[in-house]
DNA sequence: GTTAGCACTCAGATGCATTGAGTGCTAAAC
DNA sequence: GTTTAGCACTCAATGCATCTGAGTGCTAAC
């Protein structure tokens, strides 16, 4: 009898190769695959041993008996537990993570969004909107409110449009009367100036000529930017795409996912909604109707919304061509005109 | 010849009767089926001598020879304009759409959704995010501005918290003094009442002291009960259970049925996470380790988040056993990091 | 014009042989 | 004692042939 413990320095090696190899590929993995690909000087026999007895310490199976091995539950505990080290991220990426977790979304898109899910569910289909596109949006008023001596709201109203707000820190403690003084400039300055004219050249002109203030200004502007930056793109949000893969025309995995890569394409939903939205009536597109070779098995049903009876946006349900039109029509009808009309009682008079 | 036109109401009623079938069923539809199913008062022989001429005049197709007949797109589009009738919504169905349309998401849910949305895409795998649960919070204060003349922004400053703001439309114009009355007033009977005791019954009590202003106050109050009464309640949310799929072990349907439903099972995902919460630390499950049956092909990572130190929620990623450990730890922690970050970042002082 | 009867077709299920990846065991080599 | 080559053995996966049944089109009777 030998003296090595239980799990010697071999057998950890190779585990943690069966467990990297398995966790990559999904197959079973072989004692002659271990030998290939990974460089531990020992021949596929020796690696049989091992993992024999690794097996029967349970920290590997079998699926059936001709088949490599895979790591039981024990084994990928010992893994996590004693061979893993975590994976560090690089500095790069974890900048990019934080500024998406601070991304706030604007208001617009949220309704958007909630609309999406609320269409997928009640069609049992995917469903997609468009939010509103509002090219001649003006910034009709801007009004700073103290909330806390190191804390400003800053509220934003935009016409036709909504009301936006957003909270800046101040780093030097701001009187009520300079407050007041900054925000009645800035409204000379900004009032009724287009959203698409407001950049950042803008911006930093009026800090520059605001100077004394422009600690908190900048915050405040940048903020500014950050809100209406996008307010003039249109954006699509999806929602109910495993709803597709209830359908059972969509079983089969190839065909699956034409349809989802069919759904993440922005363009391709993005023109067929702005279509509807131009068209002003809804539209119902049947298989190759669509000049998308991938729609060839898919139906769509789309109608645009609107707000004082201009279009500003549509609403769509994509299913199998084999879709309960009659129900989803209703639907669709019903949603669009839902949103047109919460979207203009958001609008300011 | 007979004079009868191409599409006869006849086979109109057949051309329903097998698109009817197909949508509801995905099978291709028999003359026999039909002839069972629908009453039109012919035997199968007529039926089948029917489908023939729509099949020759392109409305209907076989799968192969001896299946039953699908419609074509050309007989979907048939269908669509000239047969179907779109269903109607019941009254109570469109106001129950109509509310949900309406209803605001609170701004930690936001951002708890967000973050399960970017660590699903970082991870590749299920992501779950339960969002803060805040017990002891107080309402720290209550601010009025009027932003136009039938429009009220309401602030709400929660310790330990966050600003949340909503719009109200008032009915009756109110004088700024008034305002500046009502906003003194709340304040005197809100402040530092824990969000818990803030409930229809003491706002219908401030409601009736104030009684001149009724009218306004109804919709204000009602606006805060909105806002907070869900403030006290932990949510969960989840993203990206279409990567779920894509991994080979849930390639069969009812395996991934099976971890499908795992993650549509609030309570399952919100005690995980809540233990989580409460141990403090990273969690790693393997399998059966977990207590839940339909866990066994599964692991989850899971790391609690925190504000000064405490830890108020718990984000988590669920995959199969078989699982990118070593990485997805790594991000379950950087996310669960950053997002204590943020949060701290919105408490006021 | 409608229907019953019947031969015919073909996708899908079932059963059976073949193949090959991978094992465990034995015995030789180190 | 440990490692490795060789070999018989196992069994999932694959390919192939057969069987079954739903559904058709055609013919002839009603």
Redesign the interface.
Known sequence: MSLRSNMDDRKKRILQAVTDD??NT?EPVGSRTIARRYDLGISPATIRNEMADLEESGYLEQPHVSAGR??S?KG??F??DFI??????SQKE?LR??R??????RELD??AE??AR?LAQ?SSYAAFVMSPVSKAAVLKRL?L?Q??P??V?V?L?VDPGF?K?H?V?TERQLRPEQLIHINSYLNSRLRDIPLSKIGTSLLREISAELDEYSNFLDATLEAIVQVLERGHEEAVFTDG??NI?E???F?E?ESAKRV?DLLGEDNTVSSLLLDTMNSGNIR?V????SSHPNMDIC?VVSAPYEVDGVPIGAVGVLGP???????V???V???AG??GE?LS??V??
């Open positions: 398995y966790i999904a895979i790591p539950q990928y505990r893994y996590v893993m080290q975590t994976s560090n991220v974890k993570i934080r998406r977790l601070e991304e706030r979304k949220l309704i909630e609309t609320i009640l009004e409110v909330i806390d190191h804390l709201l509220i109203i009301v707000t909270l820190v795409q495993l893969l359908q059972p025309e079983r995995v989802l119902i049947i298989g190759r109707e139906s061509t084999r879709m309960h039109y009659a129900e029509v209703a639907i009808e019903l949603v839902h949103l919460i009682k958001m300011i008079m």
